[in-house]
C-alpha cells in the first residue's frame, strides 16, 4: 500500500500520512524506527506495511526495496 506523508514529527518520530482514498492513518515511533530512516518530507510518497488491526508496522520511501519481501 502506497500514502503520502501529510505530517511527520522529528523529534517523536511520529506522523500521518494520506491514503490514495482520502483515509489518514497515523504512524508510530516504532514504525518509523522499523524503517531506518532518518527523516520524511511533506508530501513524500511512502510504502506501508500494516499490521492485522490496520496500524502501520512499517513505512519505507515509495522508491526503496522493502528489506523483508
Same mark, same amino acid.
Given at each position: 500500500?502506497?500514502?503520502?506523508?501529510?505530517?511527520? &514529527?522529528?523529534?517523536?518520530?511520529?506522523?500521518?500520512?494520506?491514503? &490514495?482514498?482520502?483515509?489518514?492513518?497515523?504512524?508510530?515511533?516504532?514504525?518509523? #524506527?522499523?524503517?531506518?530512516?532518518?527523516?520524511?518530507?511533506?508530501?513524500?510518497?511512502?510504502?506501508?506495511?500494516? #499490521? &492485522? &488491526?490496520?496500524?502501520?508496522?512499517?513505512?519505507?520511501?515509495?522508491?526503496?526495496?522493502?528489506?523483508?519481501?
Amino acid at each position: 500500500m502506497q500514502a503520502t506523508v501529510r505530517s511527520f &514529527d522529528s523529534r517523536r518520530r511520529t506522523g500521518e500520512v494520506l491514503l &490514495d482514498d482520502g483515509r489518514m492513518l497515523p504512524f508510530p515511533a516504532r514504525a518509523f #524506527d522499523a524503517s531506518g530512516l532518518r527523516l520524511l518530507r511533506l508530501g513524500q510518497r511512502v510504502r506501508l506495511r500494516l #499490521d &492485522d &488491526d490496520g496500524a502501520v508496522e512499517f513505512l519505507t520511501i515509495a522508491t526503496l526495496p522493502d528489506p523483508l519481501v
